[in-house]
């Protein structure tokens, strides 16, 4: 069951109540219309496109540094460089502003609700475990980084 509990299958299911709500739900209160809704469009697909990113430069540098994508395992490497100089978590930073963008793109207003669900859905089953293995792996390493450098921003 380790390989379903992973942050995309829960994006995609965060994802999926946004569209559902959308489309089942949609109280009338959203941007689909009016002069806003280009703006809305740019913004949704500005924060897509930034979510993406962020993801493969985290990616990139965690492959280049030869240690695990996966939030369960045990890293090989401590990565503070690249987009870790930066954020300690900038794949899930990613994922909350793909979720935000989908949010917006599907005209979801009242989704916007699961963002901060979605956040505290990443820390308590990802991040905190995460820092706490980093922490006793890297010890001294870790109370540098993460005195450093802000977990999100």
């Known amino acids: 069951m380790k390989w379903i509990d992973v942050p ?3 994006l995609l299911g965060f994802a999926v109540l946004a569209w559902c709500q959308a489309k089942f739900l949609p109280l009338g209160l959203g941007f689909s219309t009016g002069p806003i ?11 897509i496109g930034a979510g993406i990113v962020l993801m493969l430069l985290a990616v990139v540098e965690m492959r280049r540094q030869e240690t695990t994508l996966h939030p ?13 100089k930066r954020s300690r978590n900038p794949i899930y ?8 963008g989908l949010v917006l793109r599907f005209d979801a207003v009242l989704s916007l609700a699961l963002l901060p ?4 859905v990443l820390e308590r089953r ?4 995460e820092e706490n293995r980093l922490r006793r792996q890297f010890r001294a390493d870790w109370a540098r980084y993460e005195q450093k450098t802000r977990r999100w921003l």
């Open 8 to 10: 995309p299958v829960w």
């Open 37 to 47: 809704a280009a703006i809305i469009d740019l913004l949704s697909g500005l924060l």
């Open 72 to 84: 369960h395992g045990d890293p090989s490497q401590l990565v503070q460089s690249g987009i870790f």
């Open 93 to 100: 930073l990613g994922d909350c502003l793909l979720l935000l």
């Open 117 to 120: 669900i979605f956040v505290w």
């Open 126 to 129: 990802f991040i905190l475990p």
